[in-house]
């Protein structure tokens, strides 16, 4: 594994193509996205996000808002050789990587290739009545993570690992629930929105809009499976992101990603 402060390579690419850059969701790190290079053409770079707080960032105090996350993220990914990249955003992920899109376009002059926004609505939309996550117990936020479907409960069995991980549960949804822009700006990327059917947190309607935050073209697709229909897909986004960017079939992904 090979990165910096921001952003993680699990299998470095000396002259990649393309590069993918992914943001995960609450309460993760990169490592969800570590199975995702393995899945790719050897020329194409799979680079994870890692927020502060989680993983090798452990000692790190957690970012104070969304904004500040994407800038730190931006400037880290503005520092990058210019390959032509996109950015891939599952739930939490998907307002990350917008926020991020939209300061590479304005902060540095950088153009991603495509934004792929996963189990999420739009800043500015009209959220879900959620309860306040972030100030819910041990027991609500497990039941919450419950009806999402998510997989990998058995690792709040041990008491020190609950805490630790339902505290950065709770500081990544401090942070979605204090987001909250004025004016949300369109991005230039064009924009793909994924979607499981059976996501009793994030509807359809919510993903499709995201039409209305991109200036460029936007595509919805929608899976079988709940909130973490990821984990049980994978290949099958993947694919799909790969046909996306045009390298699915060894074609050229397009000009480097930098327009000025």
């Not at 995960?24 to 502060?52: F, I």
């Not at 996963?118 to 419950?146: K, M, T, V, Y």
């Not at 979607?195 to 919805?220: E, K, N």
């Amino acid at each position: 594994m090979t990165g910096g402060e921001w952003l993680q390579t699990y299998r470095r690419v000396p002259s990649p193509r393309a590069r993918l850059i992914c943001f995960p969701h609450a309460g993760a790190g990169a490592t969800v996205y570590r199975r995702w290079s393995t899945l790719v053409p050897a020329d194409v770079e799979v680079v994870a996000v890692c927020y502060p707080g989680r993983q090798h960032r452990l000692a790190e105090p957690f970012s104070p808002s969304l904004a500040a996350l994407a800038s730190g993220i931006a400037a880290e990914v503005a520092s990058l050789d210019p390959v032509p990249c996109a950015l891939f955003g599952h739930s939490m992920g998907a307002v990350v990587a917008y926020e991020t899109a939209v300061r590479l376009e304005r902060s540095y002059g950088v153009l991603p290739r495509r934004l792929f926004v996963s189990g999420r609505w739009p800043p500015g939309h009209r959220a879900p009545a959620d309860p306040a996550l972030d100030l819910a117990d041990d027991a609500e936020l497990l039941e919450h993570l419950r009806q999402l479907g998510n997989t990998q409960l058995d690792l709040f069995a041990m008491a020190e690992l609950r805490e630790l991980l339902l505290g950065v549960l709770r500081a990544d949804y401090r942070l979605l629930a204090d987001h909250r822009p004025d004016r949300p700006a369109r991005t230039l990327a064009s924009v793909t929105g994924y979607c499981g059917d059976a996501d009793p947190g994030c509807s359809i309607q919510d993903v499709a809009a995201w039409r209305a935050m991109t200036s460029g073209a936007f595509r919805l697709r929608v899976f079988p499976g709940h909130h973490f229909y990821l984990d049980t897909v994978t290949a099958d986004v993947v694919d799909d992101v790969l046909a996306e960017l045009g390298v699915a079939r060894g074609r050229p992904a397009g000009d480097a990603c930098a327009v000025s």
